[in-house]
T-cell receptor
Framework: GAVVSQHPSWVICKSGTSVKIECRSL??????MFWYRQFPKQSLMLMATSNEGSKATYEQGVEKDKFLINHASLTLSTLTVTSAHPEDSSFYICSASANEQFFGPGTRLTVL | QQQVKQSPQSLIVQKGGISIINCAYE??????FPWYQQFPGKGPALLIA???DVSEKKEGRFTISFNKSAKQFSLHIMDSQPGDSATYFC????????????WGLGTSLAVNP
C-alpha cells in the first residue's frame, strides 16, 4: 500500500514552454501533498505544501507564478513549470501525506 | 540555518560491517524522526522512523537510536550489503505545519563487496 506515482518520469522541453507534472496517490487519500526539488548530490528542497481544495503554501524564494500547483482532489496534485528555462532543469519529487510522507519516483526535467 | 545536521557526508563500509549515520536537531518541538533511503534517479523511500517516547527501534538490519537529551539520533545498518549502497537522509518534523519535514543534507553510503 501507500503508493505514489508521478507522470511523466522524465521530460525534455524547449525553453519558454510549460511543463505539467502529475502526482497521484494510488491507494490512499492525501489531504496534503508536498513538492520538492532536488539537485544532483544534494538534499531535497521543499518547494510548496499543497492542501486539497486550497491554495498551495510556497516556501521562501519559490516563485508561485512560475511553479503553479493545483491540488484538485485527494489523490491528485499537479505542478506546472511555466515558461521553463534551463535553470529549471532538476529532479522534481512529490510526496503524499497520510500520517507519514510517501514519495513518488520523481520526474527528471531537462529544459533545452 | 540547518535545523537537522547529518554526518558523515560520505561513508565507505566493507560488506558485513556496521554503517552508522548520525543526525542532530535543534528544535525540541520535533516529535517524528524518519530515515529515508534514496537510490540514484529514484524518489526517497521511508526506511524506519522513531518518535521520542522510545530510545531505540529496530527493523531487520536497521536500527534507530534516539537520545532525547542530546537531541541526537542515529541509523545503524548491521551486516551492511552492497545493495545498501545509496544516499540516506534523516529528517524531523513536528505536529502541525502539515508535518513538513526538515531534512539533513544526506550521507552517501558505499558498501564494498
Amino acid at each position: 500500500g501507500a503508493v505514489v506515482s508521478q507522470h511523466p518520469s522524465w521530460v525534455i522541453c524547449k525553453s519558454g514552454t510549460s511543463v505539467k507534472i502529475e502526482c497521484r496517490s494510488l491507494d490512499f487519500q492525501a489531504t496534503t501533498m508536498f513538492w520538492y526539488r532536488q539537485f544532483p548530490k544534494q538534499s531535497l528542497m521543499l518547494m510548496a505544501t499543497s492542501n486539497e481544495g486550497s491554495k498551495a503554501t510556497y516556501e521562501q524564494g519559490v516563485e508561485k507564478d512560475k511553479f503553479l500547483i493545483n491540488h484538485a482532489s485527494l489523490t491528485l496534485s499537479t505542478l506546472t513549470v511555466t515558461s521553463a528555462h534551463p535553470e529549471d532543469s532538476s529532479f522534481y519529487i512529490c510526496s503524499a501525506s497520510a500520517n507519514e510522507q510517501f514519495f513518488g519516483p520523481g520526474t527528471r526535467l531537462t529544459v533545452l | 540555518q540547518q535545523q537537522v545536521k547529518q554526518s558523515p557526508q560520505s561513508l565507505i563500509v566493507q560488506k558485513g560491517g556496521i554503517s552508522i549515520i548520525n543526525c542532530a536537531y535543534e528544535n525540541t518541538a520535533f516529535d517524528y524522526f524518519p530515515w529515508y533511503q534514496q537510490f540514484p534517479g529514484k524518489g526517497p523511500a521511508l526506511l524506519i522512523a522513531i518518535r521520542p517516547d522510545v530510545s531505540e527501534k529496530k527493523e531487520g538490519r536497521f536500527t534507530i537510536s534516539f537520545n532525547k537529551s542530546a537531541k541526537q539520533f542515529s541509523l545503524h545498518i548491521m551486516d551492511s550489503q552492497p545493495g545498501d549502497s545509496a544516499t540516506y537522509f534523516c529528517a524531523a518534523s513536528s505536529d502541525g505545519n502539515n508535518r513538513k519535514l526538515i531534512w539533513g543534507l544526506g550521507t552517501s553510503l558505499a558498501v564494498n563487496p
